[in-house]
């Protein structure tokens, strides 16, 4: 049984503190003793002890002041594995285990490079004793910044995989609970208002395409800093228009499962997890060309992919394949089929492997 710090300064609750608790309710099943640590009253806070995982909430309005309060808690109780799950989370686990026996892991999901490489490098290289990418992308930009790949990991993040799908009266009576019916044609999006992740770019391309097709309808999941401005620019007041606002979901099983088709235009991506929703729903995706997303949308297979920040291209290709009912089917059975190589158990496997290498390599010889 291993020992594991899991930390997050994260307050929402988003693709990052989700896979989080994906890993730790995997690992909790495997039986290994685990502390999520994140700030006091976050939702991943919450989330934690809903899924009886052990709590340390911490003080993060002060780097120091968290770095010590974990320090004093990691000398009171021995932990094997300090795993950091965002870029302040592993400053406060360098600062907070310095001297200490713990073997530090970070985890790497954002796409864009440090302002200066050589910290980056000394924060990554000097201070962690593994890297986790979630995708071949990531993976690129570390050693652009001076990591060692010996040190890097990829580890694409995981889903909860769906064993089955509903049949068409079910999907029929899930559509009405979105006030949806069999004639619309229903594209959606998940993901944090943020403006790396393309909600406006979405938005801008259902106008372009919502007169060639009436019956479409725009579902946004999600909420954050930008979606009241993009409600009040484009006059999205309607709860039951064409294009909705359905707010955060903690569940996106029955959004996805009334989908013909999810887009992702996102303007930056480390991998895209909701992709693999979608696609593990049997939905077929239309994703930008950022990031880690062609390593898990390949073009006629999975979805397609358009080139990022074009509206037009968008709603172009959602024109083209909207009216083609059976490619629609085809490609989404294929999704499906590919999402089952990105299930949690798979990513579980692969982090606790990881632990127990390092395990091994700090033991003394003999």
């Not at 002041?65 to 004093?72: Q, S, W």
């Not at 000097?126 to 993976?139: G, K, N, P, W, Y």
């Not at 490619?327 to 798979?346: C, D, I, P, S, Y």
Request: charged share 20%; proline share 4%.
């Amino acid at each position: 049984m291993l020992r594991i710090v899991h930390l997050d300064t994260g307050k929402d609750l988003r693709g990052g503190q989700y896979q989080l608790l994906l890993l730790a309710r995997g690992l909790q099943d495997k039986g290994h003793d685990q502390v999520v640590v994140c700030p006091e009253g976050s939702l991943l806070d919450e989330a934690a002890r809903r899924a009886g995982l052990a709590v340390l909430p911490l003080p993060l309005h002060n780097t120091a002041r968290a770095a010590f309060h974990l320090r004093r808690f990691l000398r009171a109780q021995h932990f094997q594995i300090l795993h950091a799950h965002d870029g302040r989370g592993q400053t406060i686990s360098w600062i907070a285990s310095l001297g200490l026996p713990a073997l530090r892991v970070a985890s790497r999901r954002v796409t864009f490079l440090p302002r200066h490489r050589l910290s980056h490098s000394l924060k990554y290289h000097h201070t962690c004793h593994a890297v986790i990418a979630v995708s071949q992308f990531i993976q690129k930009l570390l050693i652009q910044s001076g990591i060692p790949a010996t040190k890097i990991e990829v580890i694409y993040d995981g889903i909860d995989f769906p064993e089955s799908l509903p049949e068409t009266e079910e999907r029929s009576s899930i559509r009405k609970s979105f006030q949806l019916d069999d004639h619309n044609f229903v594209i959606g999006h998940a993901g944090a208002f943020t403006s790396e992740k393309g909600q406006e770019v979405a938005i801008q391309a259902f106008q372009l395409l919502e007169r060639i097709l009436p019956n479409a309808r725009l579902l946004l999941a999600g909420d954050g800093p930008l979606l009241e401005a993009l409600r009040q620019k484009y006059w999205i007041t309607e709860p039951q228009g064409k294009i909705r606002f359905v707010g955060y979901l903690d569940d996106l099983s029955a959004f996805m499962n009334c989908l013909d088709l999810f887009i992702m235009p996102s303007l930056s991506e480390g991998l895209g997890s909701s992709a693999l929703i979608a696609m593990a729903h049997g939905v077929p995706v239309i994703a930008s060309c950022a990031g880690g997303l062609p390593e898990i949308v390949k073009e006629q297979e999975t979805g397609w992919l358009v080139e990022q920040g074009s509206s037009a291209l968008l709603a172009e290709r959602i024109i083209s394949i909207a009216s083609d009912k059976g490619r629609l089917q085809r490609v989404g059975l294929h999704a499906r089929e590919t999402a089952r190589q990105f299930t949690t158990k798979m990513m579980t496997d692969k982090i606790e492997a990881l632990y127990c290498r390092l395990m091994e390599r700090s033991m003394p010889a003999g």
